[in-house]
C-alpha cells in the first residue's frame, strides 16, 4: 500500500512538470496586492535603534515597537512566455516609545514609501497553478517623526533615503484570473508577502 501510495505521489508531480505550460502567456498582466512580514525596512529600523542605544552607551531606548508590515500594489506584464515585468509600490509604518533612562520621553513614526522594479519567471505556469521566482530593486523613503512627551525635548523629523531590493526565492499562485499567492524570501516586502492577485 505504502508502494502505491509513493509511486501515485511521484505521477502526480510528474504530471505537474511535464503537463502543457501555457496559463503565463506573452501579453499576460497581473495586478496583485499583498502584504509582508519581517521586511528590509524593519531591519534597518532595527539597525538604527542599535545604534543609537550604543551610541549614547545605553541611555537611549526604544520600546513597544509596532509595525503594520508591508502593504505593496503590483503590476506586471508578460514580456514573453512565462517572464514577466513591472513595478511596485509599498507601504509600511513602524511606532515605538523613546525612552531615555527608561522613562518615555516622546513617540516615534516611521513611514517608509517604496518604489520598485520587479521581474518574475514562472517555471511552472499552469491555468490553476504557477510556481515562480523573482528579483526586485527599489527606492525607498523613510520619514521619521518624533513626538516629545517631555519639556526637556522638542519635536523633530528627518528623511532618509536609500536602495532596497526584494528577493523572491519561490512564490506559489493558486486560482485562474482571480487567485491567492503567497511568497518566501526577504527584502522590501518581507519574508512572508501573501495577497491575491487578477490575471488578464
Known amino acids: 500500500m505504502k508502494k502505491i501510495q509513493i509511486i501515485a505521489l511521484g505521477f502526480f508531480f510528474l504530471g505537474i512538470f511535464t503537463s502543457s505550460l501555457n496559463a503565463q502567456d506573452k501579453g499576460t498582466s497581473q495586478i496583485s496586492i499583498g502584504y509582508g512580514t519581517a521586511t528590509t525596512n524593519q531591519l534597518v529600523s532595527l539597525l538604527s535603534d542599535i545604534i543609537i542605544t550604543a551610541g549614547t552607551l545605553g541611555n537611549a531606548t526604544f520600546d513597544n515597537n509596532k509595525s503594520i508590515g508591508a502593504i505593496n ?19 509600511e509604518k513602524i511606532e ?52 516629545s512627551s517631555s519639556p526637556t525635548y522638542k519635536n523633530d523629523t528627518y528623511t532618509i533615503n536609500y536602495f532596497n531590493y526584494q528577493l523572491t526565492a519561490i512564490g506559489i499562485r493558486v486560482g485562474k484570473s482571480i487567485a491567492g499567492f503567497a511568497e518566501l524570501g526577504f527584502g522590501y516586502k518581507g519574508i512572508l508577502n501573501f495577497g491575491v492577485s487578477y490575471q488578464f
Open 73 to 91: 500594489l503590483n503590476y506586471k506584464y508578460a514580456i514573453i512566455d512565462k517572464l514577466m515585468i513591472g513595478g511596485s509600490l509599498v507601504y
Open 96 to 147: 515605538d516609545d523613546a525612552l531615555i533612562q527608561n522613562k518615555k520621553i516622546g513617540e516615534r513614526d516611521n513611514t517608509f514609501y517604496t518604489v520598485g522594479l520587479e521581474a518574475d519567471y514562472r517555471y511552472i505556469s499552469k491555468d490553476v497553478f504557477q510556481m515562480y521566482s523573482g528579483l526586485g530593486v527599489a527606492y525607498t523613503n523613510s520619514h521619521q517623526k518624533f513626538t
